[in-house]
């Protein structure tokens, strides 16, 4: 078969050459879409996707836009874009290079179960190390803007789902690098329950080589922290039955330089406000936080917090800090505290400049045994001032096994309102699981009690165990005042410290002793109990009684004696009465006053059927021997630095058997002329006074105006074998009391 002869002439020819490949362009541009399709779908199951559906609706030499994209990858992964643009110019494109790609309407869903990581796998490896993975892009970043809005990001595993919204923004320019990313995630894929939102920023930069990275990270409200954590169970690690997180906002900071494929110079700073929390039943809130991590490595690295805390309603903590050091398998810690106050139900107690010793958390416990740690402190107060210690350190020491600890507190000067104390030192062991009780006896030392400006005691030394922090028991006081040494010991006094009313103290002696050892003093048996109504001013509840045993006052015995007092605000101590065994009789004090803070004083004593013979001793050089008991009354003060008598008396008791007998060796006698009626007198009185029956002696203290006078009456008899005397003699004596006291030798009773 012949076929037609076609006749080509050269002007058809030039022609098909020249539209030929316009036909071809025209052909290729209008398969666009096809190609790209087809392209975009031969590069997804390459990758191992399916199921790619792509609307192309726009392809052109500067922009691409994509509508409507599908693809999964079996199990593991969803993936639809609503909207897909890329901006770019051809001159860019042919080097690979893209200025903007905006993503509209992203919706992944993710696989947990199956995109996790095998144990004992680390993952995909790098080619190459990040360090020059990122300064590469850096270097020429093939991606100029990036936007991501309007998406989504759910994640499934077997136990549950989340579902978070997202937008994502990225500026990438040669050296400089910024991702921003700001979202939500809900606890579930439905979208129920409240959002968990966050912000995000992370900046890259290369200077001289070397890349530098910076994040931020801000949550607005951790209050959903709790409820998110819970439905991821199974994907993250459960939080602590006994802690949940109420509120808060959290800020995250961070900055880091990458080398190879390791993090140096790292530097974390978290910022937290309005945190509330709760946490082994106790509710914790945090005005502020704020956390700085500094990592050399993932063994050594350093964390200091700094917080103002709240702990349920019952102490606050301001400006407190809390240090954690690694090194290596070490764990250091310390704390400090601006000021710490307590609240609520607790004691009203205020610690300023608290800084705590570090601690070894790798060891159990934190304070290894026999090795000491010290806690100091700029000031601590009770009770509104009423009670403060101004900066001193209080040393810890473990003992044993358990919860034994040995106490120090290095001497400072405490206050309690008026009163001061010098040089105030601690030291004792307690066990931690009684407290508040302690059993085992504490030592604390004062060098100085100061009243305002004056020292009243010096050299205090107590001993003491407590009960509760309401009662102390009390086993020793040892002090100074006025140079006068004091000994309570054994004290057996309780001290009872009211909650309500800690300025109202109750104290209660069980058998004490009292020695006065430089004036040979000793009280035993002491008994009673005092009330105060305040300690500052001090004053008691009313009338107080005390008892004891015996006084010995050097070779002087008083026995069951009892007093009963009143301490009154001006400072005023009323005794209203007071009685004891004294010389086989009685002694003691109808009311009487002195001043607590002064010399002041005003005694009205008061004898019953006191051994006239013991009252006889006490004359200097005078040798008298009395067969009788006296009664009476003398008042004695000292007001203004003048001691002085008062109108009173000693008189004899009635008795059949009251002799006297004193050898007077001629002193009234003598200087009278002999042989005259005042000589006669003068000897038969001497005579009679030898051997005197007594019907009745009076001493007789009278107060003039000018003088001081002291009235002496003896009236009885003596018979003889030449005769029978009567006496009556009545000596006046001009004296004031320290005269008096001149004639009396208190040594021979060891006075």
Same mark, same amino acid.
């Given at each position: 078969?012949?076929?037609?002869?076609?006749?080509?002439?050269?002007?058809?020819?030039?022609?098909?050459?020249?539209?030929?490949?316009?036909?071809?362009?025209?052909?290729?541009?209008?398969?666009?879409?096809?190609?790209?399709?087809?392209?975009?779908?031969?590069?997804?199951?390459?990758?191992?996707?399916?199921?790619?559906?792509?609307?192309?609706?726009?392809?052109?030499?500067?922009?691409?836009?994509?509508?409507?994209?599908?693809?999964?990858?079996?199990?593991?992964?969803?993936?639809?874009?609503?909207?897909?643009?890329?901006?770019?110019?051809?001159?860019?494109?042919?080097?690979?290079?893209?200025?903007?790609?905006?993503?509209?309407?992203?919706?992944?869903?993710?696989?947990?179960?199956?995109?996790?990581?095998?144990?004992?796998?680390?993952?995909?490896?790098?080619?190459?190390?990040?360090?020059?993975?990122?300064?590469?892009?850096?270097?020429?970043?093939?991606?100029?803007?990036?936007?991501?809005?309007?998406?989504?990001?759910?994640?499934?595993?077997?136990?549950?789902?989340?579902?978070?919204?997202?937008?994502?923004?990225?500026?990438?320019?040669?050296?400089?690098?910024?991702?921003?990313?700001?979202?939500?995630?809900?606890?579930?894929?439905?979208?129920?329950?409240?959002?968990?939102?966050?912000?995000?920023?992370?900046?890259?930069?290369?200077?001289?080589?070397?890349?530098?990275?910076?994040?931020?990270?801000?949550?607005?409200?951790?209050?959903?922290?709790?409820?998110?954590?819970?439905?991821?169970?199974?994907?993250?690690?459960?939080?602590?039955?006994?802690?949940?997180?109420?509120?808060?906002?959290?800020?995250? $900071?961070?900055?880091?330089?990458?080398?190879?494929?390791?993090?140096?110079?790292?530097?974390?700073?978290?910022?937290?406000?309005?945190?509330?929390?709760?946490?082994?039943?106790?509710?914790?809130?945090?005005?502020?936080?704020?956390?700085?991590?500094?990592?050399?490595?993932?063994?050594?690295?350093?964390?200091?917090?700094?917080?103002?805390?709240?702990?349920?309603?019952?102490?606050?903590?301001?400006?407190?800090?809390?240090?954690?050091?690694?090194?290596?398998?070490?764990?250091?810690?310390?704390?400090?505290?601006?000021?710490?106050?307590?609240?609520?139900?607790?004691?009203?107690?205020?610690?300023?400049?608290?800084?705590?010793?570090?601690?070894?958390?790798?060891?159990?416990?934190?304070?290894?045994?026999?090795?000491?740690?010290?806690?100091?402190?700029?000031?601590?107060?009770?009770?509104?001032?009423?009670?403060?210690?101004?900066?001193?350190?209080?040393?810890?020491?473990?003992?044993?096994?358990?919860?034994?600890?040995?106490?120090?507190?290095?001497?400072?000067?405490?206050?309690?309102?008026?009163?001061?104390?010098?040089?105030?030192?601690?030291?004792?062991?307690?066990?931690?699981?009684?407290?508040?009780?302690?059993?085992?006896?504490?030592?604390?030392?004062?060098?100085?009690?100061?009243?305002?400006?004056?020292?009243?005691?010096?050299?205090?030394?107590?001993?003491?165990?407590?009960? $509760?922090?309401?009662?102390?028991?009390?086993?020793?006081?040892?002090?100074?005042? $006025?140079?006068?040494?004091?000994?309570?010991?054994?004290?057996?006094?309780?001290?009872?410290?009211?909650?309500?009313?800690?300025?109202?103290?109750?104290?209660?002696?069980?058998?004490?002793?009292?020695?006065?050892?430089?004036?040979?003093?000793?009280?035993?048996?002491?008994?009673?109990?005092?009330?105060?109504?305040?300690?500052?001013?001090?004053?008691?509840?009313?009338?107080?009684?005390?008892?004891?045993?015996?006084?010995?006052?050097?070779?002087?015995?008083?026995?069951?004696?009892?007093?009963?007092?009143?301490?009154?605000?001006?400072?005023?101590?009323?005794?209203?009465?007071?009685?004891?065994?004294?010389?086989?009789?009685?002694?003691?004090?109808?009311?009487? $006053?002195?001043?607590?803070?002064?010399?002041?004083?005003?005694?009205?004593?008061?004898?019953?059927?006191?051994?006239?013979?013991?009252?006889?001793?006490?004359?200097?050089?005078?040798?008298?021997?009395?067969?009788? +008991?006296?009664?009476?009354?003398?008042?004695?003060? +000292?007001?203004?630095?003048?001691?002085?008598?008062?109108?009173?008396?000693?008189?004899?008791?009635?008795?059949?058997?009251?002799?006297?007998?004193?050898?007077?060796?001629?002193?009234?006698?003598?200087?009278?002329?002999?042989?005259?009626?005042?000589?006669?007198?003068?000897?038969?009185?001497?005579?009679?006074?030898?051997?005197?029956?007594?019907?009745?002696?009076?001493?007789?203290?009278?107060?003039?105006?000018?003088?001081?006078?002291?009235?002496?009456?003896?009236?009885?008899?003596?018979?003889?074998?030449?005769?029978?005397?009567?006496?009556?003699?009545?000596?006046?004596?001009?004296?004031?009391?320290?005269?008096?006291?001149?004639?009396?030798?208190?040594?021979?009773?060891?006075?």
């Amino acid at each position: 078969m012949a076929f037609p002869r076609i006749n080509i002439t050269l002007k058809r020819a030039v022609l098909f050459l020249l539209l030929g490949p316009v036909l071809i362009l025209l052909v290729a541009w209008f398969s666009r879409p096809f190609l790209l399709e087809w392209g975009l779908e031969g590069m997804t199951r390459d990758a191992g996707l399916s199921g790619l559906e792509v609307e192309v609706r726009q392809l052109d030499p500067w922009v691409t836009r994509l509508a409507d994209i599908r693809l999964k990858k079996q199990d593991q992964m969803e993936l639809s874009v609503r909207e897909a643009s890329l901006f770019y110019n051809p001159d860019s494109l042919t080097i690979g290079k893209i200025g903007s790609l905006s993503l509209t309407g992203l919706d992944l869903r993710l696989s947990a179960d199956a995109v996790r990581t095998p144990p004992g796998e680390t993952g995909i490896e790098p080619s190459e190390p990040l360090e020059k993975l990122v300064g590469r892009f850096l270097e020429a970043p093939y991606l100029s803007h990036l936007r991501v809005r309007d998406s989504k990001l759910g994640l499934d595993w077997g136990k549950g789902s989340c579902r978070s919204e997202f937008f994502l923004k990225g500026d990438f320019h040669p050296e400089v690098a910024r991702l921003i990313l700001d979202g939500s995630i809900l606890e579930s894929s439905k979208g129920e329950g409240k959002p968990f939102q966050f912000r995000s920023k992370l900046d890259l930069m290369d200077e001289d080589g070397e890349i530098f990275l910076t994040a931020d990270l801000e949550i607005p409200e951790l209050g959903g922290l709790q409820s998110l954590v819970a439905s991821l169970e199974g994907l993250v690690p459960d939080l602590p039955d006994d802690f949940k997180l109420l509120s808060g906002r959290l800020g995250v $900071s961070a900055s880091t330089r990458l080398a190879e494929d390791s993090l140096e110079d790292l530097f974390l700073e978290m910022n937290a406000s309005g945190l509330g929390m709760k946490a082994s039943g106790f509710e914790l809130n945090a005005s502020n936080l704020l956390l700085f991590l500094s990592p050399q490595s993932p063994e050594e690295w350093e964390a200091n917090a700094y917080a103002n805390l709240d702990v349920d309603g019952q102490f606050s903590v301001t400006g407190c800090k809390a240090s954690v050091r690694a090194k290596g398998p070490v764990y250091e810690a310390t704390m400090s505290a601006n000021l710490i106050k307590t609240q609520g139900n607790l004691p009203p107690l205020e610690i300023e400049g608290l800084r705590l010793p570090v601690l070894d958390l790798t060891l159990p416990p934190a304070v290894p045994l026999g090795q000491e740690k010290e806690i100091h402190f700029d000031r601590v107060s009770y009770e509104d001032d009423m009670l403060t210690l101004m900066g001193g350190s209080m040393a810890v020491e473990m003992r044993e096994e358990g919860s034994l600890a040995y106490l120090q507190l290095n001497p400072v000067d405490l206050n309690f309102g008026d009163i001061g104390f010098v040089e105030l030192g601690y030291y004792g062991l307690v066990d931690w699981e009684e407290f508040p009780k302690i059993s085992r006896p504490q030592s604390i030392a004062v060098k100085r009690v100061m009243l305002g400006f004056e020292s009243v005691l010096e050299n205090l030394e107590m001993t003491l165990r407590t009960e $509760s922090l309401e009662r102390i028991l009390v086993d020793r006081i040892a002090l100074e005042a $006025s140079g006068l040494g004091l000994e309570l010991f054994p004290a057996n006094l309780r001290v009872h410290v009211p909650d309500q009313n800690p300025q109202s103290p109750g104290f209660a002696l069980s058998g004490a002793t009292l020695r006065i050892p430089g004036e040979n003093v000793t009280i035993e048996g002491l008994e009673g109990e005092i009330l105060l109504e305040s300690i500052e001013p001090l004053a008691t509840k009313g009338s107080q009684t005390l008892s004891f045993a015996k006084v010995m006052i050097g070779e002087l015995e008083v026995t069951e004696g009892n007093f009963t007092f009143r301490a009154e605000s001006d400072g005023t101590v009323v005794i209203e009465s007071a009685q004891a065994g004294l010389w086989g009789g009685s002694v003691g004090l109808n009311e009487s $006053s002195f001043q607590l803070y002064g010399d002041d004083f005003r005694f009205n004593t008061v004898m019953e059927s006191i051994d006239g013979q013991r009252i006889a001793d006490l004359l200097e050089e005078v040798d008298v021997a009395i067969e009788g +008991n006296f009664s009476g009354s003398v008042p004695f003060s +000292n007001e203004g630095g003048k001691w002085d008598f008062s109108n009173g008396f000693l008189q004899l008791d009635p008795s059949s058997t009251a002799w006297l007998r004193y050898d007077a060796k001629g002193i009234l006698s003598g200087g009278v002329a002999k042989g005259t009626r005042e000589y006669e007198k003068m000897a038969m009185t001497e005579e009679a006074l030898e051997d005197l029956k007594l019907d009745s002696m009076r001493i007789v203290f009278k107060v003039l105006e000018e003088e001081r006078q002291v009235l002496i009456s003896i009236k009885g008899e003596r018979q003889t074998a030449k005769r029978k005397i009567v006496l009556d003699y009545r000596p006046n004596l001009i004296a004031r009391l320290a005269e008096i006291l001149e004639l009396m030798n208190f040594s021979k009773i060891g006075l």
